[in-house]
């Protein structure tokens, strides 16, 4: 059964920090990877997706890498602003239905 | 503007009661999902469909009911079987499942509360 972690559950950081958020899963065979960013009470917004046979994606900021032998990812956030500050959710999709399986996310705080 | 839309945004039911959550989309996608989230705990998979008239059971479908009869609607129905409905709910839509691509979006939620 896939399990995926994020660490940390959470983290502050002060305005114009770099920061790596990290996500580990115990099955390598997987599809494809997502990264989400979740604001209270609201729904996921997809901020990347790398395919199975990718090692990076870049989005503005934002950089996601994928070891799939090591069974890791990290989302890279640069020069971070006060409006980063949200939940961020990783998931995997893998197995016989392609389900995402999704870690319990890091909240972020950037402090101004 | 494409995308998923939920209704209703907050959702009161009593005890005893069915009650159906509405899920729209205009992306085109082929597969639709609903999640449960619950305060310190991951998404959870609770019904999944990859065509019209076709679903599949998810992690924790008991309590639960759906039906795919339009590719832009899933309607989630949380019958009285359902023990503990109070949550965050999460509809989601897709390109179909297994290419490589295939990259899952989701609607605002809908949070229901059991009085």
């Known amino acids: 059964k896939q399990e995926v972690t994020q660490i940390p559950a959470a983290l502050s950081v002060p305005e114009g920090e770099n920061l790596v958020l990290n996500c580990s899963f115990t099955?390598?065979?997987?599809?494809?990877l997502q990264w989400f960013r979740q604001d209270p009470g609201k729904g996921l917004t997809s901020l990347l997706l790398i395919q199975s046979s990718q090692r990076e994606q870049t989005s503005g900021r934002l950089n996601a890498s994928l070891d799939k032998s090591s069974g890791r990812s990290t989302l890279y956030i640069a020069a971070s602003q006060p409006g980063d500050s949200a939940t961020y959710l990783c998931a995997v999709s893998g197995g016989s239905n392609y389900k995402l399986t999704f870690g319990k996310g890091t909240l972020l705080t950037v402090n101004p | 503007d494409g995308g998923i839309t939920q209704s209703p945004k907050y959702l009161f039911r009593k005890e005893g009661q069915n009650v159906t959550l509405s899920c729209e989309q205009n992306l085109n996608h082929d597969a639709m999902y609903w999640y449960r989230q619950d305060p310190g705990q991951g998404l959870r998979l609770i019904y999944y469909s990859q065509i019209v008239n076709d679903f599949q059971k998810g992690d924790i479908a008991e309590g639960y009911s759906v039906s795919r009869e339009k590719k832009e609607s899933f309607p989630l129905t949380v019958t009285s079987a359902q023990k503990n409905p109070t949550a965050f709910y999460l509809c989601?839509?897709?390109?179909?499942?297994?290419?490589?691509?295939?990259?899952?979006?989701f609607g605002p939620g809908t949070r229901l509360t059991v009085l």
């Open positions: 989601a839509s897709s390109t179909p499942p297994g290419h490589p691509s295939n990259e899952q979006f």
């Open positions: 099955d390598s065979a997987i599809y494809n």
